[in-house]
């Protein structure tokens, strides 16, 4: 599946669990995307749905998925997710996006 931005270019998303707030909204807006775990965190899911609970783990951003996890970005308390272009890592949503 192709993941792509503005331009068409490839997108990555993680979360910095220092700043989730635990709210869930990332999971309401995307939950193919993202799941809180028993720690009350939230994190990006991977193949199989598995958690990815490494610090710093990305998945790709789903082209049909993309205003979901976009908007996740946008309302989340925590300001923790990260959206960025594969090829050169700079963040276009978040906290960080220039």
Do not use: N
């Not at 599946?1 to 910095?16: F, N």
């Amino acid at each position: 599946m192709q993941q792509e931005g503005r331009g068409g270019e490839a997108l990555e998303v993680w979360i910095d669990q220092d700043l989730c707030t635990g709210d869930g909204i990332c999971a309401q807006y995307a939950p193919e995307v993202f799941e809180l775990d028993i720690d009350g965190l939230a994190y990006v899911k991977g193949a199989d749905d598995e958690l990815l609970q490494a610090p710093g783990a990305t998945v790709p951003v789903p082209l049909p998925l993309l205003t979901d996890v976009v908007d996740s970005a946008k309302e989340c308390p925590g300001e923790c997710i990260h959206v960025r272009r594969v090829s050169d890592r700079v963040e276009v949503y978040g906290p960080d996006a220039e």
